[in-house]
């Protein structure tokens, strides 16, 4: 790590990804690989450089802005541009609705939207100001103006009510070196790519992505979903590290007959893994696989090695160094410097206990939340929405635990006459996160029959 580029983009920009961007854009050699190709660092900073100089012309002044990308360098440039100059940064997840998304963007209360799919910004920014993305040469040579404060980053978790709420991160203090530094030591990513399979919208994807730019790792994206893709990809790129939901790790090692020469980790996290996917993944990858636990206010907090999930599979182990975990009144609380307040334990509200074999186990929910391939979802706030929908007469939604997904919702409902179950699905997916609109089943009586639901999309988050 180049020490005098570390101290000089903290000074200019605080602990921030513009820092992490600025020390990343001292390198000549490719650090960002996707669909498109690859990105030296030095071509990646000119790239942020050159949009944070053109945002700031457009639409000068304080701004929180959307970005709506898909995984690409184009949602790297946009976060590091926004961080640059000292803007709050709101990543939209693409595959929500237009509906939904701009209905988060009014919520959110978001002053301009960032992007590359010109028709979708358009349907969804209303009044607001599109602000284009550079990733080319020509505008090369233009420099963003020095940020006069500085911007967070903020995650976006369906939270207890179901709609997405707001967690920011303005600024890290010292204590962030131990939690970063112990698990760099423990994943030992650097001599090969880290392939980041997990949103970069979310709190997971995000600091890996920070992680690996900080540490001189070049990082693969891809907007690809198939399992077969990114199994080959993980090959022909020669992967060291492999950063995945549970549902995607579940993919892959069904793809895998043997894992590939080069892999040396494979980390997931965001969502509960099961102790029968823990044992199968072991039995794949061999002794690489690393669970880490945390949520989008508390940051990620402890982390299971091989050796804690043969002897215990499914635990998320330990806490990381600097943080402490307690157990009160059966509720996990989280302290620690990586949380959106690092002065007061987080309650995560997860029920849990520490085993006999010293590692975390996770039993549960204390309220009415449920995981969804690594998301949130309040159960009252989607049987609102079903009580609201003006074709259903009545409706009953509930979850079902699923071992790859964590769960799966389930709704009976009967519907007004001549009502659509499929039109009824896309209506709801207008008001609903796409990973919470439930199957459908239609009752007649006592009798239940499968309807439309949203789980033929694609899995990941």
Known sequence: MDLGAAVYGVLRYGATPAAVGFLAGRRSAPVLFDDDGAVSGADLWAAVQATAADWARRSPGRHRIGVLCDQDRNFVIALLAGSALGWDVVGLGPRNDDARLASMIDRHRLTAIAGTDRSRLASVAGDHPVLPISTGTETAGRRAPKPRRRGQVILLSSGTTGAPTASGRRRYGPGLARPVIGLWRLLQPAGGPMLIMAPLWHGYGLGMLMLALAGGVPVLLTRRRSAVD?????????????????????????????????????????????????????????????????????GWATWATPA????????????????????????????SPLGTDPRRPTPTGDRGHFGDHGGLMIDGRLDDIVIINGNNVSLSAVQRALD???????????????????????????????????????????VLDWYAVPRLRSVSGSTPDDGSSGEGLPESA
């Open 388 to 430: 609201d929908h003006p074709q259903l007469d009545w409706a009953r939604v509930r979850a079902e635990a699923d071992p790859i997904r964590g769960h799966r919702l389930i709704a009976d409902v009967r519907t007004t006459s001549g009502a659509d179950l499929a039109v009824i699905v896309r209506q709801l997916a207008r």
């Open 308 to 335: 804690d999930l043969a002897r215990a599979p499914g635990t998320v182990g330990r806490p990381a160094p600097g943080v402490r975990v307690t157990i009160i009144d059966g509720q996990v609380h989280i302290d």
């Open 230 to 298: 990114l199994a080959t990809i993980a090959d022909q790129r020669h992967v060291r590290t492999i950063v995945v939901l549970p549902v995607q790790l579940a993919a892959l090692i069904e793809r895998w007959p043997s894992r590939p020469a080069s892999l040396h980790r494979v980390i997931t996290g965001s969502a509960p893994l099961s102790p029968d996917l823990s044992r199968r993944a072991l039995d794949v990858v061999g002794p690489r696989l690393i669970n880490l636990y945390g949520s989008t206010e508390a």
